[in-house]
């Protein structure tokens, strides 16, 4: 990747520190060129700890800097107050918008016909391990198409869309789905508790298996559903506590409800409050 280009990111909060540490920790962009729009005082440390250059509010930025990318990476609420701050980056920049449900269409109302990017990324970026789905709309060309597949896969591998709507599905498959897997760790470790392991050693099994079965899934040539039924011996202990999570309606049936709530949030959200 060209690493020469300068990058505004706006908000440095959980998802934008995420991308920061992925970018500078984990893919080697250098930090000086990464500037951060941030109110909160102890974000901006904790991106100065990083290198980035900081500032309090978009007035802040130098007059003759010309990003190669904005990242919008503020609470979708606001979108829309904030982004006339940044029309001036239109003529240099593509626009990376992170921002759950807001669509292309509210960007392209303040910023006119700017190359935008709806992108929806998750927290395992940060160790360079999230996953990536985006849209771009007609202004971006293949050289901000480019420069925005390498930004994104640097953290995580990046999964380009065909339609812009499908951007709320993936946010509420794999841009929450961090969510959903932490906090079956909760529950597996919960559930360790209750048939007699320490919390601590609990947490410990709980948290390796699910990483284990995750990288195995990842890995493996065998589909999640053979590598159930590899571990699930005939009338054994797998088989015992499937028939609790399989018996209709069971987890398919919660995380499928789970997913359909996230996605009608993702539809909500497009709506300006
Ligand atoms: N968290 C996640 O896993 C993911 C989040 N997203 C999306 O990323 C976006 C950010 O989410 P998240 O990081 O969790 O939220 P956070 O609230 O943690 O981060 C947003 C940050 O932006 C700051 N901010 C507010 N106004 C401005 C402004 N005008 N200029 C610059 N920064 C500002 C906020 O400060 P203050 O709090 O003081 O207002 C806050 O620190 C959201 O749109 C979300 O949908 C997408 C994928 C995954
Ligand atoms: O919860 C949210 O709205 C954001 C979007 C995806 C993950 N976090």
């Given at each position: 990747m060209d690493h020469s280009g300068e990058i505004v990111l706006v908000g440095c909060g959980n998802m934008?520190?995420?991308?920061?540490?992925?970018?500078?920790?984990?893919?080697?962009?250098?930090?000086?060129?990464?500037?951060?729009?941030?109110?909160?005082?102890p974000l901006r440390q904790r991106a100065v700890a990083r290198g980035a250059t900081v500032y309090d509010d978009a007035a802040g930025l130098p007059a003759a800097l010309r990003p190669h990318a904005v990242i919008i990476a503020v609470k979708p609420q606001i979108v829309g107050s904030m982004l006339g701050a940044y029309h001036r980056f239109t003529d240099a920049a593509v626009f990376v918008s992170i921002a759950a449900g807001v669509p292309i269409s509210t960007f392209e109302t303040t910023l006119g016909e700017a190359a935008i990017v709806r992108a929806m990324p998750n927290m395992p970026a940060s160790i360079g391990k999230g996953v990536i789905a985006a849209f771009a709309n007609a202004h971006t060309d293949d050289g901000q198409l480019a420069y925005v597949t390498d930004l994104l896969g640097a953290v995580g591998s990046v999964h380009w869309l065909t339609e812009e709507r499908l951007v709320d599905a993936a946010t509420a498959i794999s841009g929450s789905g961090p969510a959903y897997l932490f906090h079956f760790i909760e529950c597996l470790a919960d559930a360790g508790v209750a048939v007699g392991l320490s919390a601590e050693t609990a947490l410990a099994l709980a948290k390796q298996t699910v990483g284990g079965a995750a990288a195995?899934?990842?890995?493996?040539?065998?589909?999640?559903?053979?590598?159930?039924q590899?571990?699930?011996?005939?009338?054994?202990?797998t088989a015992a506590a499937l028939e609790v999570l399989m018996t209709e309606p069971g987890l398919a049936d919660l995380v499928k409800r789970a997913a359909e709530a996230a996605h009608r949030r993702a539809l909500e959200l497009a709506i300006p409050t």
């Open positions: 934008g520190f995420a991308l920061l540490e992925g970018w500078v920790d984990r893919a080697g962009i250098p930090a000086a060129g990464i500037h951060v729009v941030e109110p909160g005082e195995l899934a990842s890995t493996s040539a065998f589909s999640p559903a053979e590598l159930r590899q571990v699930t011996s005939p009338n054994g202990t």
